[in-house]
């Protein structure tokens, strides 16, 4: 796959850690950028503080969103990301462990464009995680980057 940049916006080293694994194992060997915080992610995607010096044509291909995050939620983070015209168009797929109906649909109401739960088996995870990448990476037709 091509130099196409994934935004992984994940709290627990974990969870971060396996989803690295489970993209390195399904050979996506895209660059990932990893935000650890609701802030740090809207800071990367914004040009702002510690990335401040990022170009902004260089946008994520798609964005890996969990929710409960510290500073900002990841529903804010969505909710910021689609009020913006430089982000309202970017491919973001909550992936989160939240089970809460609530969240699913907040989740869409806010403009994501898919929601996965985790599962908790690695080989489970490792198989949606290459299905995620292999569809939003390869299969998806992105909209004209507007000038």
């Known amino acids: 796959m091509s130099e196409r940049i994934i935004l992984l916006v994940e709290d627990n080293p974990n969870d971060e850690a396996l989803t690295l694994r489970a993209l390195k194992k399904s050979n996506i060997l895209n660059p ?3 935000a650890r915080d609701g802030a ?3 800071d990367y995607l914004f040009c702002r503080g510690a990335y401040q010096a990022r170009r902004p044509a260089e946008n994520p291909e798609l964005v890996l969103l969990d929710l409960k995050l510290p500073k900002i939620d990841g529903l804010e983070v969505l909710r910021q990301m689609r009020e913006d015209e430089r982000t309202k168009l970017l491919p973001v797929v909550v992936l989160t ?3 809460e109906e609530q969240d699913v649909l907040r989740g869409y109401a806010l403009g994501a464009n898919s929601y ?3 599962p908790v088996d690695f ?3 490792v198989d949606a995680v290459k299905q995620l990448g292999l569809y939003w990476l390869v299969l998806n037709q992105r909209p004209p980057a507007s000038k």
Do not use: N
């Open 32 to 34: 990932v950028v990893v």
């Open 40 to 42: 740090e992610a809207l």
């Open 97 to 99: 462990s939240s089970v």
């Open 116 to 118: 996965v739960r985790k």
């Open 123 to 125: 080989d489970q995870f």
